[in-house]
């Protein structure tokens, strides 16, 4: 099994439509969780961190599930400008080296 | 606002060429790191640095040297390029005592071809 599995897409959408993606991790020792976002070409960016309760951001909404080991990340209202690709990105345990899913890519259709 | 600042964004190397890239952070960060991005592999790890003075090896280290000598720069050599080496190369930092911790924050990359 893959240390941060994701789904790759593409996930073609249209405007205003809901889209969610979820990423499996195996290192149950994993402490922290992110969502990142890369645009074509671009340098990856922090989109949000995951909590354990849950965290909201504006349209964005991340959700960890500790016992099934997986994060989730919906997006609502998709919009043009949220075509991208989304990482999953775990600690490996309890330091502080990231492990990177390969991503998912999202393409919002007008 | 600077961030991680990389140098060159391109580069064309030929095999067996040595070279270095550049990677600054203005952030006070004391944790840098170097990665590479290739098609289908995702951001595989090649050196990190925990502090000044302080490096380790990654996911992917062969071919690679890097040192710190100060908190703020974190150059990768390539030693002997290969064509192998042809990849998208981005700089990462993060961790100061006021932020969260391993939130990264990456310079816009250097994207190098070995011919």
């Known amino acids: 099994r893959k240390e941060v599995e994701q789904d790759p897409g593409p996930f073609n959408v249209p405007e205003g439509a809901t889209v969610a993606f979820n990423c499996t991790y195996s290192n149950s020792a994993s402490q922290s969780f992110f969502w990142y976002r890369q645009d074509c070409r671009k340098e990856p960016k922090l989109l949000m961190s995951v909590y354990s309760s849950g965290n909201e951001d504006g349209r964005f909404t991340a959700q960890l599930n500790r016992a099934s080991q997986y994060i989730s990340l919906l997006i609502r209202d998709s919009k043009l400008s949220d075509s991208a690709t989304y990482l999953c990105v775990v600690n490996a345990g309890n330091n502080r080296k990231l492990i990177w899913g390969l991503g998912t890519s999202l393409a919002v259709n007008p | 606002n600077a961030g991680v600042t990389q140098t060159p964004k391109f580069q064309v190397l030929k095999t067996g060429q040595s070279m270095t890239l550049q990677c600054a952070q203005d952030?006070?960060?004391?944790?840098m790191s170097w990665y590479r991005q290739d098609p289908g592999m995702g951001l595989r790890l090649i050196h990190y640095s925990v502090g000044a003075g302080i490096t380790d090896q990654g996911e992917v280290p062969n071919g690679y040297n890097v040192s710190r000598s100060t908190t703020e720069d974190f150059p990768l050599r390539l030693l002997s390029a290969a064509p192998s080496q042809t990849s998208v190369y981005f700089c990462a930092s993060s961790g100061t005592k006021r932020s969260a911790k391993n939130i990264q924050y990456f310079g816009a990359g250097t994207r190098l071809s070995v011919l």
């Open positions: 952030m006070n960060h004391e944790y």
